[in-house]
């Protein structure tokens, strides 16, 4: 999308921000009922992340079933990597949400309804004032206003993260991943101040300190300034 700069029609990605399920279940009423049927303590915690989990797929079903019925009638259009690629019109997983569609007015309204409808039945209002907007350097500005208008929602300015990991990347890549050789650091000051044997120390810096970063070092390539501060505070 950063990369799309001709076409007189541009292209948007929409990351929502819906209210968790499990804010709308008294989960401490749900763990007592547990511990009074007897259920071992150990499980409680489990039961609980099995009914968040399967909320969550439930209403991503439904979301993701509206949504493919309006690419299939051609109400919504998704983006495509290349010419003759796989059309994507969104991503879900868990309540991290990405949805795409043309940077037109009336996909907008069409997207919006589907959204209406969704937390009319699920019950999960979306946060429209945290809900955010990136469009393709084709869109025309006073499209992109008119959008944010209608989705109440802000254009992304920042590095909007999606599942942990930076959506777009900044000019610098070195302060795109400053955060990372910054928790790194602040892990290993934590273990400085304990009094922990030079042998546990190995430990926690090859079981811990060096795994932070593999998550991140799995899709980008990270500077070498970067790394060498993460290896520098390791040291």
Not at 91 to 112: K, M, P, Y
Not at 203 to 211: E, F, M, N, P, S
């Amino acid at each position: 999308m950063q990369n799309r700069r001709k076409g007189k029609i541009g292209h948007m990605a929409v990351k929502l921000n819906i209210s968790k399920a499990y804010d709308r279940v008294e989960w401490n009423f749900l763990q007592h009922i547990m511990l009074k049927i007897v259920l071992p303590v150990q499980w409680v915690d489990m039961a609980i992340e099995v009914v968040q989990t399967a909320t969550y797929s439930v209403l991503n079903n439904g979301l993701s079933s509206m949504l493919r019925r309006a690419t299939d009638t051609r109400e919504l259009h998704g983006i495509t990597s290349c010419r003759g690629g796989v059309q994507i019109s969104h991503l879900l997983f868990a309540n991290d949400s990405l949805l795409f569609c043309e940077a037109i007015i009336g996909e907008c309204h069409r997207l919006l309804d589907i959204l209406a409808k969704y937390e009319a039945a699920s019950g999960q209002p979306i946060n429209r004032q945290k809900t955010s907007l990136f469009f393709s350097r084709n869109t025309r500005h006073e499209v992109k206003e008119e959008t944010r208008g209608l989705m109440g929602a802000q254009i992304m300015t920042g590095c909007e993260k999606y599942l942990g990991l930076p959506m777009v990347g900044w000019k610098s890549k070195v302060s795109m991943f400053n955060e990372l050789q910054e928790k790194v650091t602040k892990r290993v000051m934590g273990w400085k101040e304990k009094h922990i044997s030079k042998a546990g120390r190995e430990v926690l810096i090859k079981t811990v300190g060096q795994a932070i970063p593999t998550y991140s070092m799995s899709l980008f390539k990270i500077p070498k300034t970067v790394c060498d501060g993460i290896n520098s505070a390791l040291s």
